[in-house]
T-cell receptor
Framework: EAGVVQSPRYKIIEKKQPVAFWCNPI?????LYWYLQNLGQGPELLIR????????DSQLPKDRFSAERLKGVDSTLKIQPAELGDSAVYLC???????????FGQGTRLTVV | GDSVTQMEGPVTLSEEAFLTINCTYT??????LFWYVQYPGEGLQLLLK?????DKGSNKGFEATYRKETTSFHLEKGSVQVSDSAVYFC????????FGKGTRLHILP
């Protein structure tokens, strides 16, 4: 069974440009998470979806970040415009339901120059 | 709010040494506790978990016991291998999953 798939693995963009990350969760998993991991830190939750509904987006900087999960399957996370401080690894995870084990993708490493 | 504190790394040990990585937590409720591992170039993987007090999680020779009285979930392994070199994250799940900062482990042959 395929795990959580994220793309791209790496992305380098200039500041003020937009960028998007894509996540395909494990089939049948209703809960999807986006995490931000800064260098030398643990992952921090940006947003959690239950099916297509964002149920916890309290940590998402909504002035520049947006996310969607159409049809309750794949999800995209967008940053517009990107800032130098957004350089980090963006992790996607999914679980069967909230409260069950979460499985992580390999992440997208973003470098803003 | 809820938080997780784990020992800072890097931790460097020789092969076959005993490993302990300390983890303590603060939570208002009764969280589940986890250890995740991140091998070089790979994503986070669930290593073990415990869902209630006094539960012991174990996997691949690693163990951790949920100690409510000391709010701790220390990771231990009796004899480490070079292949255990990775970053280890302690985490709790209450209404959200909260991670510690991670501990990098280097095992020397």
């Amino acid at each position: 069974e395929a795990g959580v798939v994220q793309s791209p693995r790496y992305k380098i963009i200039e500041k003020k440009q937009p960028v998007a990350f894509w996540c395909n969760p494990i089939s049948g998993h209703n809960t999807l998470y986006w995490y931000l991991q800064n260098l030398g830190q643990g992952p921090e939750l940006l947003i959690r979806y239950e099916n297509e509904e964002a149920v916890d987006d309290s940590q998402l900087p909504k002035d520049r970040f947006s996310a969607e999960r159409l049809k309750g399957v794949d999800s995209t996370l967008k940053i517009q415009p990107a800032e130098l401080g957004d350089s980090a690894v963006y992790l996607c995870a999914s679980s069967l339901e909230f409260g069950s084990d979460a499985f992580f993708g390999q992440g997208t490493r973003l470098t803003v120059v | 709010g809820d938080s997780v504190t784990q020992m800072e790394g890097p931790v460097t040990l020789s092969e076959e040494a005993f490993l302990t990585i300390n983890c303590t937590y603060t939570a208002t409720g009764y969280p589940s506790l986890f250890w995740y591992v991140q091998y070089p170039g790979e994503g986070l993987q669930l290593l073990l978990k415990a869902t209630k007090a006094d539960d012991k999680g174990s996997n691949k020779g690693f163990e951790a016991t949920y100690r409510k009285e000391t709010t701790s979930f220390h990771l231990e392994k009796g004899s480490v291998q070079v292949s255990d070199s990775a970053v280890y994250f302690c985490a709790l799940r209450d209404d959200k999953i909260i991670f510690g900062k991670g501990t990098r482990l280097h095992i020397l042959p």
